[in-house]
C-alpha cells in the first residue's frame, strides 16, 4: 500500500533538498504559503512528506545520504511517521485555498511570537509596505499603534 511519510528537512536547505530528491526520481510534497507578494514560506518548516510505497522498501540510506534531508520524522526508536493521502490532499487544497490571499484581515485579533512584544495581543490594522503590518496595543494603559514585520506575528484567540 503506498503511503506518505514525513521528512526532516535541514534549515535553509529546502531548495537543495527539492533538487536532490528530483534527482532521484522520488514523489515529494513541500506544502508552501504563497504570500500576496508572492513569497513562498514554508507551511511546515524544517518538515516535507514522502510518497513510498511500503516501510519495509523504504530506501532508508538514500534518504539519509540526501542534500538537505536528516532522514525521516520517527517517534523514538519506531517506524517513520505516516500520513494519510486524505491528509496529504486537504493540506494541498488549503494551499490553494489560501494562496496569494492576506493573512491577516484588518480587526483580527493577532498575538507577537517573537521581538520586544512577544505574547502580547493586539488588533491588526493593516498591512504597511510588503511585509511589515500596523498593529494596535494596549500597552501600559495606552492604545499604541505599531509597526512591525509580519512574521513576528501570528492569530491569536
Given amino acids: ?3 506518505w511519510y514525513v521528512i526532516k528537512i535541514k534549515p535553509r536547505e529546502e531548495p537543495r533538498a527539492r533538487v536532490h530528491l528530483e534527482n532521484q526520481g522520488f514523489d515529494y510534497y513541500f ?3 504563497v504570500l500576496k507578494n508572492q513569497k513562498e514560506e514554508s ?3 524544517g518538515y516535507g ?3 513510498h510505497d511500503t516501510v519495509e522498501n523504504l530506501p532508508y540510506h538514500k534518504i539519509r545520504s540526501t542534500r538537505g534531508l536528516n532522514g525521516f520524522l520517527r517517534f523514538g526508536m519506531g517506524e517513520p511517521v505516516k500520513v494519510s493521502t486524505e491528509l496529504i490532499d486537504t493540506i494541498k487544497q488549503q494551499e490553494k ?3 496569494g490571499k492576506p493573512v491577516f484581515s484588518k480587526g483580527d485579533v493577532v498575538e507577537f511570537r517573537d521581538g520586544p512584544f512577544k505574547e502580547l495581543q493586539g488588533v491588526y490594522l493593516s498591512d504597511s509596505g510588503l511585509e511589515r503590518s500596523m498593529v494596535l496595543i494596549n500597552f501600559l494603559n495606552r492604545e499604541q499603534r505599531v509597526q512591525v514585520p ?3 506575528l501570528r492569530k491569536g484567540a
Fill in 1 to 3: 500500500m503506498d503511503e
Fill in 31 to 33: 506544502p508552501k504559503l
Fill in 43 to 45: 507551511l511546515f518548516p
Fill in 49 to 51: 512528506f514522502l510518497f
Fill in 97 to 99: 485555498r489560501l494562496a
Fill in 150 to 152: 509580519q512574521r513576528v
